[in-house]
């Protein structure tokens, strides 16, 4: 059951992180060109060059991009530390998003496997009512997880910094720091809502598929029983 949320949730930051579009709409929503003096190409590249930092073991970020006209270097050392953190976050979130997985597709194939060995009620049975639970914490925890974003994501947002980062490298000055410019935090709540919903859509699809194979389980169980309920009542005509 628990495999099945952080697999889940896991799943959506990944795409989430690596979804150029993601990008695009932030930079332009928040007119990320007017407040960097970045055209549209230049931020897009640095993206790209970020996500690729993200998804490689080089060292230290190195961005560089055309400011108002004049190529520079565009994050401080701060800036590069930070960035270093979040990369070892988002190489956790894709530790725990292949372990789940890793699991999941074990438990499965030791279930099967022990039901043909053993000749026990199939297995595909038990999977779908631990999947179908699993798809019903996920929403449950997302739906949680949203109430309190609603009401305060910016306590929310600290909160993840404080819980996530042992340094302070994430105080960054919104005014000369670019990493921030960028990146604002309405950014971060937009990205909070792809994830979520992102992860709502995996979920109902996996219940569904769950569920109605339990339907269906239990639908074939009656016809097959209907027969056997049958048989003492004509006897009795006799």
């Known amino acids: 059951m628990m495999a099945v949320p952080l697999f ?6 990944t795409w989430a992180v690596n979804d150029l579009r993601l990008y695009r709409h932030g930079f332009d929503k928040y007119d990320i060109s007017g407040v960097t003096g970045i055209e549209r190409d230049g ?16 060292e230290p970020l190195e961005v560089r991009a055309r400011v108002f006209g004049e190529e520079r270097e ?43 060995w053993r000749h026990q009620p199939p297995f595909a049975h038990v999977l ?18 949203g109430l309190i974003a609603l009401v305060g994501f910016d306590s929310l947002f600290l909160l993840f910094h404080r819980v ?3 340094n302070d490298f994430w105080l960054l000055d919104p005014r000369r720091d670019y990493l921030v410019m960028m990146f604002p935090q ?5 990205a909070t809502i792809f994830v979520a919903l992102s992860t709502v ?17 239990r639908w074939r169980g009656r016809r097959r029983q209907a027969p ?7 006897a009795a005509e006799l």
């Open 43 to 58: 931020l897009m590249a640095a993206a790209r060059q970020i996500r690729g930092y993200f998804n490689s073991t080089r």
């Open 74 to 116: 565009l994050f401080n050392r701060r800036e590069v530390l930070h960035m270093r953190d979040v990369k070892r976050l988002i190489w956790g979130v894709y530790g725990v998003g292949a372990s789940a997985a890793s699991y999941l597709l074990g438990f499965a194939g030791v279930g099967l496997l022990i039901q043909r």
């Open 128 to 145: 779908s009512r631990y999947v179908l639970w699993g798809s019903g914490l996920t929403l449950a925890l997302v739906v949680l997880v």
């Open 228 to 234: 056997l309920l049958e048989q003492p009542s004509k």
């Open 201 to 217: 859509a995996q979920a109902v699809a996996l219940g569904a598929m769950a569920g109605g194979f339990l339907a269906l389980w």
């Open 186 to 190: 309405g950014f971060w709540l937009d």
């Open 8 to 13: 889940l949730i896991a799943s959506s930051v």
């Open 164 to 166: 996530s980062f042992a």
